[in-house]
């Protein structure tokens, strides 16, 4: 149904009609960015993996969804809007304009500056590491017939973008995609494999539009399901 990408980690999202997949590689540009909250030890040329809570994400900062960002790979221009009003752009290849995103970030998320912010990126963006919660390099689904069963149940509606899928499908069966652990899916050529279930955290209870904490997903989901998995 849709494909998205965040080229930065706990930014917004961007609908891309198509994309180009690599063996054992992420969608391109997708967490290619993640702007680091502590003093951690991150070498561009040899990226290792690290927690989210080293980060800025929505788990730990929701005004982030108070924004959008538009990203152009080419020129890695970044812009941050709010309501389609474009409020900085930066090169994010330019060390000063970085410092300048640095400097926003800090004032409009109203954050502690012994957060010692920076933006990050692999030397070779996301051909070298991509800034997913996983270590592994990973593709992201998401059935939107699941979606749908689940706001019909708890008898609210929810906004799949809460789950930053990669890629947005229905099928005829809610939960279908738990029967396709450990197997294989065929997308025109392109072949993958579904390795794990992806366990909801607190960032799913921050609503995309309002930016306000309004449903508690993983209290929802485990009282009615028994697990945190979506």
């Known amino acids: 149904e849709s494909i998205y990408r965040y080229p930065s980690k706990g930014f917004s999202g961007e609908s891309i009609n198509k994309t ?22 991150f070498d561009p040329d040899l990226p290792k993996y690290f927690q989210k809570n080293n980060f800025l994400a929505l788990v730990n900062t929701a ?25 900085i752009k930066v090169n994010l290849s330019n060390n000063f304009e970085r410092l300048d995103l640095v400097e926003f970030l800090y004032t409009k998320l109203d954050i502690k500056r012994a957060h010692k912010l920076d933006i990050i990126r692999a030397t070779e963006g996301t051909n070298q590491h991509s800034f997913s919660d996983l270590p592994d390099k990973v593709i992201s689904f998401i059935n939107l017939s699941t979606v749908k069963s689940f706001s019909e149940k708890i008898g609210l509606k929810i906004d799949p973008l809460r789950f930053r899928a990669n890629i947005n499908f229905s099928s005829n069966i809610p939960w279908w995609e738990f029967e396709c652990l450990n197997k294989k899916l065929k997308i025109d050529k392109v072949v993958l494999e579904v390795i794990k279930k992806t366990r909801r955290c607190a960032a799913t209870s921050v609503n995309p539009s309002t930016a306000i904490r309004d449903i508690n997903i993983p209290r929802y989901l485990k009282n009615n399901y028994g697990h945190t998995d979506l």
């Not at 590689?25 to 997708?30: K, T, Y």
């Not at 108070?66 to 970044?78: S, V």
């Open 20 to 41: 180009y997949l690599k063996e054992s590689q992420a969608i391109l540009g997708d967490r290619e960015y993640a702007i680091s909250r502590a003093d951690i030890d």
């Open 63 to 87: 005004k982030l969804a108070n924004y959008q960002i538009k990203y152009d790979q080419a020129t890695r221009m970044l812009s941050v809007l709010r309501k389609g009003k474009e409020l």
